[in-house]
């Protein structure tokens, strides 16, 4: 019976990151508001909302910051610190600053997580300063990704933007602790198999990471 369960896991675990990578392929939507600036804090709200669950690189990136923390000493900083450098890239991007390579970076971002949690053994516990480490460059890649949030929002009034910035606040940090505890099961319930799903959640993060990455014009 056990063999059985194993090799169900392991079959659908195989397909996901193949459909994944498709799906990251065809995905073009990055604004909930079918490109519309939100013009109130309701729709503001809506689009905050589904910007980091509609453009896949994003989600890809959440999710994979809140598995990475599972079993880490603080490890819930990883995904704190890319919500609140998200922030701070949006306030980046109203000011008129221009970053470079904006969408290479935020495709580069995932790859690299993904290949975080393609290392990651077991979803074991890893020392302070490597959560740091992680921190770190999540805050970095938050700058990136924050900004490109920033596109869908110039222009619009400042209950929408305070709205919007709630909204994608809120999703990537429901996102990221959603990750970390199914992850959490996944290290306490199939500990065995914990390695094996977290390589291939990895790999799929990266598949994803470099559908964009190649895509990028």
């Known amino acids: 019976m056990k063999i059985i369960f194993r090799q169900s896991w392991t079959k659908i675990l195989t397909i996901v990151p193949i459909f994944l990578l498709i799906f990251a392929s065809k995905t073009l939507a990055h604004h909930a508001m079918a ?86 053994k077991g979803l074991q516990t890893h020392s302070n300063l490597y959560t740091i480490a992680l921190a770190t ?8 990704h924050g900004y490109a949030y920033g596109e869908s929002i110039i222009g619009a009034r400042v209950a929408a933007l305070v709205a919007y910035l709630i909204g994608f606040t809120v999703i990537q940090l429901a996102i990221a602790s959603g990750a970390f505890f199914l992850g959490s099961v996944i290290k306490e319930k199939l500990a065995k198999q914990a390695t094996l799903i977290s390589k291939l959640i990895g790999l799929a993060i990266m598949a994803i990471g470099t559908t964009f990455l190649v895509g990028i014009k």
Request: glycine fraction near 14%; hydrophobic fraction near 60%.
């Open 35 to 120: 490109g519309q600036t939100p013009d109130n804090f309701w729709n503001g709200f809506l689009s905050g909302l589904a910007h980091p669950v509609i453009g896949l690189d994003h989600l890809a990136f959440v999710v994979a910051s809140g598995l990475i923390a599972v079993g880490m000493e603080q490890g819930l900083l990883i995904p704190l610190a890319f919500a609140i450098a998200t922030l701070i890239g949006t306030g980046i991007h109203l000011q008129g600053i221009n970053l470079l390579f904006p969408e290479g970076i935020v495709a580069l971002s995932v790859v690299i997580f993904g290949v975080v949690l393609t290392l990651k």
């Open 137 to 144: 460059l999540a805050m970095i890649a938050g700058i990136f």
